[in-house]
């Protein structure tokens, strides 16, 4: 086998084994009750910092200014999630300010 | 007189599909993928974008496509791209990739309790296709019907919806990287970052959940220098301490997102 192929096998398995290991147990053995309501907070956490990471910060610097694009997105996405709590209107109404503050470059 | 003898026999061959499609299984397979389609919205730009940069960055279109196919990871797809790119060695690649994968074990552990109900061969597809955006919906479907028996179907469609579209976007992205060189700075990424919005905003219900998303963000910007996205898990380690710290109901069973 080529390199790149043993590359690929071995990113399949090191995401695969996360995924599935926790499956894998399901059944066997019992989660104690404090992990169980940690996992509560996992995506938030996660996905949160994900989007911290990919909004506040551009080119590696902290961008707390109207000329973030990316960031005044986020508020405007988060603002309307908050009040409406849909998922689609969120999302294109987001990309929407986006290509507009990009097509006008504020 | 023989022609309404064919037509008997067109509705009798029809009528097992006319059923089929009434069935609850397929009923859920459909809404788990109708359930998805605003996150499959906002991967489109992502899978684009990722094709592009994947070109651009010297990955051949092979390798290109099998991490799409065989990985299915989107955010450790891009950091392997910057990776190559930059030369990084094959351990490296994959210690990151393990690294910032790890928190669909999270995902997949506080899936486990509905789980135990379903045969391994059937946990192991389903675990394979678990991302951000299947967990996401199929946490919220869990909430609000705790004992859908046709939850599997539903958790199918919203898969193979995500799959392959992500296949298709990363294909695309890939022949339009090699049209347009400048696709990559167009800032498509955007579109993750308002879908997860759209996920984790209405998910905070108590001021703890409050309190974690703060944490993670000031965590996450603050650490972002950490090698490899060690930072990244850092911060989720801190905000899931810090929102149990200001979990005041002890008693309750934990909220689903």
């Given at each position: 086998m080529s390199d790149d192929a043993w590359l690929i096998l071995a990113m399949m398995l090191v995401t695969f084994g996360p995924r599935y290991l926790p499956f894998a147990l399901a059944g066997k053995i019992e989660l104690p009750p404090i992990l169980v309501k940690a996992l509560g907070y996992v995506p938030i956490a996660i996905l949160t910092a994900?989007?911290?990471?990919?909004?506040?910060?551009?080119?590696?610097?902290?961008?707390l200014h109207l000329h973030n694009h990316h960031l005044i997105a986020a508020i405007?996405?988060?603002?309307?999630?908050?009040?409406?709590?849909?998922?689609?209107?969120?999302?294109?109404v987001g990309l929407l300010v986006f290509a507009m503050l990009r097509w006008f470059a504020v | 007189m023989q022609r309404r003898y064919a037509w008997r026999i067109v509705l009798l061959l029809l009528k097992p599909i006319c059923m089929y499609s009434k069935t609850s299984k397929k009923k859920a397979f459909l809404a788990g993928a109708w359930d998805t389609l605003p996150l499959i919205v906002a991967a489109?730009?992502?899978?684009?974008?990722?094709?592009?940069?994947?070109?651009?960055?010297?990955?051949?279109e092979a390798i290109t496509m099998a991490m799409s196919l065989l990985v299915f990871a989107?955010?450790?797809?891009?950091?392997?791209?910057?990776?190559?790119?930059?030369?990084?060695?094959?351990?490296?690649?994959?210690?990151?990739?393990?690294?910032?994968?790890?928190?669909?074990?999270?995902?997949?552990?506080?899936?486990?309790?509905?789980m135990q109900h379903y045969p391994q061969w059937v946990r192991v597809p389903l675990a394979f296709w678990l991302t951000d955006e299947t967990f996401a919906v199929v946490n919220n479907r869990l909430a609000l019907r705790a004992n859908d028996k046709n939850f599997v179907w539903y958790y199918f469609g919203s898969a193979l919806a995500m799959y392959s579209n992500w296949a298709l976007c990363?294909?695309?992205?890939?022949?339009?990287?090699?049209?347009?060189?400048?696709?990559?700075?167009?800032?498509?990424?955007?579109?993750?970052?308002?879908?997860f919005v759209g996920i984790?905003?209405?998910?905070?219900?108590?001021?703890?959940?409050?309190?974690?998303?703060?944490?993670?963000a000031v965590s996450a910007v603050l650490t972002r220098d950490w090698p490899h996205q060690t930072g990244l898990l850092a911060s989720g380690l801190f905000a899931i301490a810090a929102g149990m710290l200001f979990d005041r109901d002890a008693q309750e069973e934990p909220e689903n997102v």
């Open positions: 994900i989007i911290a990471l990919n909004s506040v910060v551009q080119d590696n610097q902290i961008q405007v996405a988060g603002v309307l999630a908050f009040f409406t709590r849909r998922l689609a209107l969120t999302i294109v | 489109v730009p992502f899978g684009i974008i990722y094709g592009a940069l994947a070109v651009a960055g010297g990955l051949s989107g955010s450790s797809q891009f950091i392997v791209v910057t990776l190559v790119a930059a030369m990084a060695a094959a351990p490296v690649i994959v210690l990151t990739v393990f690294i910032v994968n790890l928190r669909h074990m999270l995902y997949s552990a506080s899936l486990m309790k509905t990363s294909w695309i992205g890939m022949r339009m990287g090699q049209q347009v060189p400048d696709l990559s700075s167009w800032g498509l990424e955007v579109a993750m970052v308002v879908a984790v905003v209405p998910s905070l219900h108590k001021p703890s959940h409050w309190v974690c998303a703060a944490v993670a």
